[in-house]
């Protein structure tokens, strides 16, 4: 083992691969472990190192590290999320890549009725007229005080692959609830605590 790989990727893998092997297209997958020599030392193991002080929290807990949900409209899944809307003070959406050929009027209004400020990344190759709007979200993130300010409680992204490694930073550090929708996602896009990704499409969820 080695402290050089974080116990939040490896659970985020395990789950990647978990995922793979129930959502449409499912089939076998392959875990290679990597072992760099020598396999064997003879130092003493180090002890109380915090290599698990990052999950320290959820290792108290009874639920999965991350959570995967297959839903369509009208069903208990769906009604929790927006139980946990109605219940946020303060939240943000971030638009990935929604579909091939996306149309932004129920996104649109899904923005206009959820009132929290909004991040689009350009894969989302979506316009909006809306005043929720926040450009230039890249140089807004490296703003501590800015990030302070938004702060948010709850993060629902609708879709999947940011451009912005700045984005994908804060989305690895941040203490929200982060609630993705999206039919599919890549395994770099679940490194983020406190995760639950909705199998739906993006513009049916809104």
């Known amino acids: 083992p080695t402290t050089e ?20 297209h499912q089939g076998p997958v392959h875990l290679n472990c990597q072992f760099r020599p020598p396999l064997s030392t003879s130092q003493e193991p180090k002890k109380n190192i915090p290599y698990l002080n990052a999950i320290k929290q959820w290792q108290k807990s ?22 946990t809307i109605n219940q946020t003070e303060k939240g943000l959406l971030i638009i990935g890549n ?11 209004t899904f923005i206009n009725q959820l009132k929290w400020p909004v991040f689009t990344d350009i894969h989302s190759r979506l316009t909006f007229d809306s005043p929720l709007i926040m450009p230039f979200h ?27 490694k700045t984005l994908v930073s804060f989305l690895s550090q941040t203490n929200a609830s982060i609630i993705q929708i ?7 896009e679940t490194i983020y605590p406190r995760y639950q990704h909705i199998s739906i499409n993006p513009e049916t969820f809104c």
């Open 138 to 164: 890249n140089n807004l993130l490296e703003n501590p005080s800015i990030i302070e300010e938004i702060h948010p409680q709850t993060i629902i992204i609708l879709g999947h692959g940011f451009f912005s």
């Open 5 to 24: 790989i974080t116990p939040e990727f490896i659970l985020q893998t395990v789950h990647h691969l978990h995922i793979h092997t129930i959502i449409k």
């Open 62 to 83: 009874k639920k999965p590290f991350t959570q995967l949900i297959q839903t369509t409209t009208h069903t208990p899944d769906l009604e929790k999320i927006a139980a």
């Open 182 to 188: 999206a039919t599919h996602i890549k395994k770099q």
């Open 98 to 108: 929604v579909q091939k050929h996306p149309t932004p009027t129920a996104i649109n």
